[in-house]
């Protein structure tokens, strides 16, 4: 079964940078996806991490803001671009592992001052 | 797109109770119902899931009700503990994985 790495696990930014997060699998998934968790709120889908093509993101989230690689099937990056603090939140990787489950990775912690 | 409604927002239980929280959805081609248990500072984990197929699925002492007419799915936790003590999501997709959650069910059981 899948297991999932994300880095960092949290970061404090300042408003107007961007932040690249990681999300590494140890087996290949085809299907893998981000998701957003605002401070004690639900959780969000961003958009599709497609590999070898783009993202396909949903409504409320464009590409030059969570620009999003997938260059194999077992890895994948989200970049929060030009942040402001509400886009404080965590962001979630998450993959179909072969029993049918979406599995969550531990989360990357973003706070933006 | 799908719009999944969840009820109570907090529930508060003694413990060896029963707890119950329940959700609607919008979208009749949905049919991926799962429930996921989220702790404090931790990701979401599945704890268990239901097929459009099935009305009903026990695993010890949680259970899942679907009503696909009514459009609404319920979970299930008998003789509640402590460690159950949590947020818990519902959520709902079209079979594609892309996840439709509610607004999550903060459980508290009292010792």
């Known amino acids: 079964s899948a297991v999932i790495s994300q880095k960092p696990s949290r970061d404090i930014c300042q408003r107007g940078t961007s932040l690249t997060i990681q999300c590494q699998v140890d087996?290949?998934?085809?299907?893998m996806f981000w998701y957003r968790q605002q401070p004690g709120q639900s959780l969000t889908l961003i958009a599709t991490?497609?590999?070898?093509?783009?993202?396909?993101?949903e409504s409320g989230f464009v590409i030059d803001k969570f620009p999003i690689s997938r260059p194999n099937l077992t890895f994948s990056t989200l970049t929060v671009s030009n942040m402001s603090p509400e886009d404080s939140s965590i962001y979630l990787c998450?993959?179909?592992?072969?029993?049918?489950?979406?599995?969550f990775g531990e989360g990357s912690r973003l706070t933006v001052l | 797109g799908e719009n999944v409604e969840q009820h109570p927002s907090t529930l508060s239980v003694q413990e060896g109770d029963s707890a119950v929280i329940k959700c609607t959805y919008s979208?009749?081609?949905?049919?991926?119902f799962p429930w996921y248990k989220q702790e404090l500072g931790k990701r979401p984990q599945l704890i268990i899931d239901i097929r459009s197929n099935v009305g009903e699925k026990k695993d010890q002492r949680i259970a899942v009700t679907l009503n696909k007419t009514a459009k609404h799915f319920s979970l299930h936790i008998t003789e509640t503990q402590p460690e159950d003590s949590a947020v818990y999501f519902c959520a709902a997709s079209r079979g594609n994985y892309k996840l439709s959650f509610g607004a999550g069910t903060t459980v508290t059981v009292r010792a």
């Open positions: 998450s993959v179909v592992r072969n029993t049918g489950e979406l599995f």
């Open positions: 991490a497609n590999q070898g093509s783009e993202a396909t993101y």
């Open positions: 087996s290949q998934v085809t299907m």
């Open positions: 979208d009749s081609a949905s049919n991926y």
